[in-house]
């Protein structure tokens, strides 16, 4: 059985901590791991699982790889989509892959930002929906409802309690709806978690969409390995429609089975339900960081960098971030997409990326900017190099603050400890590397007419970024 992780979401009803460049599936929301690794984690135990297929962005990539290096795993393949085309083609790239060299296995279909608390009763399932699988059939897991939730799809089945033959697959109802659902019984959430053979879902994708299958295969064949991942070709994934695994397969198969689920499950897919994710105090207040609060109830508040008070309100949200902060009432916190689409029309960079921005070499925080200047903070792992560049429009001064730094200017190759500066001229091809075995600090900052990140000119990169 081959875990397929799909990890191609951005997270946009979590904003402020979600963003395009690192969304939520990225973030440690619940202790140190990230739902991204927490996936992969919670699969410990399992008979016969091989590393897993993750298919994800361009974008996200070396994410993924530093977060795999960081629980200690390995990935069978990392697969980059070349654009967003949802989930169906999404899965048929990672089934086309897996079914090379005539192999056909099991694909356990995760979304990468999933919670799931109870790992037993999740195995247990998986366990069910194995030998319903090695017999053709698509099978998904449906979620024990614990409310008449009008925020989910549900998915109606034959028989109540046991893994059962799909009626039908429904669109989230109205709450009239919904609560008779719960009410009888054999009504479950649609988790958007599956396992079949890969030939299964191949065979089903080409009866109800053979030109999506065409699209994929020629993505396949024509990818090429670039350091640890697979890019799909770019032409002929373009070329493939746009469609989700439900209504794509799961809506017109007649091998759709459900094998029901209760373990904890969320898809974090709002504040509210990461509110109610959480453990809540008394007052059913969830609070994260540097939170002070008087008579407030039913909220969720959230501190990254600095001391946040609130003061006499029931049922809101409230989120800071280092360069944002969100304030919602509860109930139109789901709403946050609005302030979404306002700043991506006014093209604020607060929509794509955090202050703190995250590289194959490292980070770099920016703690200060205003007109022709920047300040950053910029952290360089062991071994790694930024790339061999020159900008045309600022010129930087460097300060080591803690560890090795080898520096390239023009033709000139130095060595920098602790406190020593250096200063790179506009115009001067450079590169900053980290010769040691602990991380390199740096304060960089950058002086000129224009500060933005596109002026970087790359001569020649470790990580083949254009």
Not at 22 to 42: C, D, V
Not at 189 to 204: C, D, H, R, T, V
Request: aromatic share 8%; charged share 25%.
């Amino acid at each position: 059985m081959i875990p397929v992780i799909i990890s191609g979401g951005t997270g946009t009803r979590l904003w402020p901590l979600s963003r395009k460049n690192k969304p939520k599936q990225f973030l440690s929301l619940f202790g140190e791991s990230s739902l991204f690794q927490n996936t992969l984690i919670r699969l410990g135990g399992l008979d016969d699982v091989e590393n897993p297929l993750i298919v994800c962005n361009t974008e996200h990539r070396f994410m993924v790889a530093e977060q795999l290096q960081t629980i200690e795993m390995s990935a069978r393949e990392i697969i980059l989509e070349p654009c967003a085309r949802n989930t169906a083609p999404a899965i048929a790239l990672a089934a086309i892959k897996a079914l090379e060299n005539g192999d056909d296995p099991l694909l356990l279909v995760l979304a990468a930002d999933h919670l799931i608390q109870n790992v037993t009763a999740f195995h247990h399932a998986i366990e069910q929906a194995k030998q319903l699988a090695e017999q053709g059939k698509l099978v998904t897991f449906g979620i024990q409802p614990q409310s008449a939730h009008t925020g989910y799809g549900y998915i109606e089945a034959v028989k109540k309690d046991q893994p059962s033959d799909v009626k039908r697959f429904i669109e989230k109802p109205d709450q009239k709806t919904a609560e008779t659902y719960l009410a009888a019984g054999n009504f479950f959430w649609n988790s958007g978690m599956f396992l079949f053979k890969a030939s299964s879902y191949i065979n089903e994708l080409q009866q109800y969409h053979p030109e999506m299958v065409v699209a994929c295969k020629k993505a396949i064949e024509k990818s090429i390995t670039d350091l640890d991942f697979i890019r799909a070709d770019s032409d002929a994934f373009e070329q493939c429609p746009s469609d989700s695994i439900d209504y794509a397969v799961m809506e017109k198969t007649t091998k759709a089975m459900v094998v029901p689920l209760d373990a904890g499950w969320s898809d974090v897919g709002s504040w509210s339900s990461l509110w109610e994710a959480f453990p809540q105090d008394e007052n059913n207040n969830v609070l994260v960081g540097d939170v002070i609060i008087d008579s407030v109830t039913n909220s969720y508040i959230h501190s990254e960098n600095r001391l946040v008070t609130v003061l006499g309100l029931d049922d809101v949200v409230v989120v800071e971030t280092h360069d944002a902060v969100m304030v919602a009432h509860k109930d139109q916190a789901q709403n946050v997409k609005n302030i979404v689409e306002t700043l991506s029309n006014q093209n604020r960079k607060e929509v794509h990326t955090h202050r703190k921005c995250y590289r194959p070499w490292g980070s770099y925080d920016s703690v200060d900017y205003g007109k022709r200047f920047q300040v950053k903070r910029i952290t360089v792992n062991p071994g790694a190099s930024l790339s061999l560049q020159m900008h045309y429009h600022r010129a930087e001064h460097w300060v080591v603050v803690s560890g090795t730094a080898e520096v390239t200017r023009d033709d000139e190759v130095m060595l920098l400890g602790e406190n020593d500066p250096t200063f790179i001229p506009l115009g001067s091809v450079h590169r900053l590397r980290n010769p040691g075995r602990v991380p390199l600090e740096i304060v960089e900052v950058q002086s000129g007419s224009y500060l933005e990140e596109d002026d970087i000119i790359r001569l020649q990169d470790s990580y083949n970024r254009k």
